[in-house]
């Protein structure tokens, strides 16, 4: 970033997804420690027409969007977002007094890094997963896998300029449930841009283990499409192996490894067809 982090015109832009919303109260939940008219926030509505969300505000841009899913929403906001630095937010969280601070430190100190996953800490005060015990660079799979969205800042122009976006075939409200960060994550290691994981806590979240439910057909099918997406026709032993893992866990029973198998097998065959759809 050519300009010093902390000049003044550097903007903080927070991208907001959510749906039919009418009304901006929603957000003295998610910002109680901060004035919202010092915030640059742009709102993506997923609603329906003659139930548009509206602002009077010149700082919380607002756009109205009548298409869904959590990955497009993502998009929509990454396309028209105006900040220096962008940071991912979903209506249900509250974030950390001065986590603007943080934030805008942390890309100070790591000047080369495009994308910075910073922790989230549940109601409780507990931090959300199992983070890294330091802050360090992200360059594996393993490191990659358990991201969450709003953990998520980035420089926005050379995520413009790499094209980096979801995809929109995974996340809530699409064809697979989970997956979108750590797809977000891999192109942008894809395309040589440095990702950095800073053990600072920023925001706070409901606890949700998604990983409570592995065994669940939809767990089964996104895994399996993830295993094709990196590893093309050997994603049929990792799948194989995964089962494997399940039945050994006990999280499955003998009589369900064929079942759950052909699931992820119907999980890979529908990426294939989407993948050939979408391209």
């Not at 749906?19 to 915030?39: A, E, G, R, V």
């Not at 995520?159 to 995809?167: P, Y």
Request: glycine share 4%.
């Amino acid at each position: 970033m050519n300009k010093n982090i902390f000049d003044n015109d550097l903007k903080l832009e927070i991208l907001i997804s959510t749906m039919y919303k009418t009304s901006l109260s929603f957000l003295d939940n998610m910002f109680p420690h901060h004035d919202l008219k010092k915030l640059n926030l742009l709102i993506i509505n997923q609603t329906e027409k003659g139930d548009e969300l509206n602002s009077n505000y010149k700082n919380i841009r607002i756009i109205n969007s009548y298409e869904k899913g959590l990955s497009i929403s993502r998009n929509i906001a990454i396309k028209n977002a105006i900040g220096d630095i962008c940071l991912i937010a979903d209506d249900d969280v509250e974030y950390l007094p001065n986590f603007e601070c943080k934030i805008f430190e942390a890309f100070s100190k790591l000047q080369h890094f495009s994308i910075i996953q910073f922790k989230i800490k549940t109601f409780s005060g507990v931090a959300y997963k199992n983070y890294p015990k330091l802050s360090k660079r992200l360059t594996r799979n393993k490191d990659l896998i358990s991201a969450s969205s709003i953990e998520i800042a980035f420089k926005r122009k050379e995520i413009i300029e790499k094209n980096i976006l979801f995809n929109p075939l995974f996340g809530l409200g699409s064809y697979f449930k989970s997956g979108e960060e750590y797809l977000f994550f891999k192109k942008a290691l894809k395309t040589n841009l440095e990702v950095y994981f800073e053990n600072l806590f920023i925001v706070k979240h409901k606890l949700e283990r998604s990983t409570s439910n592995v065994a669940s057909d939809n767990f089964v099918e996104t895994k399996a499409a993830l295993y094709y997406y990196n590893y093309k026709n050997l994603s049929y032993a990792f799948l194989f192996k995964f089962i494997f893992f399940l039945l050994r866990k006990q999280k499955i029973s003998f009589k369900q490894f064929t079942i759950k198998y052909k699931v992820g097998v119907a999980g890979i065959n529908k990426f294939k067809e989407l993948k050939r759809l979408y391209e």
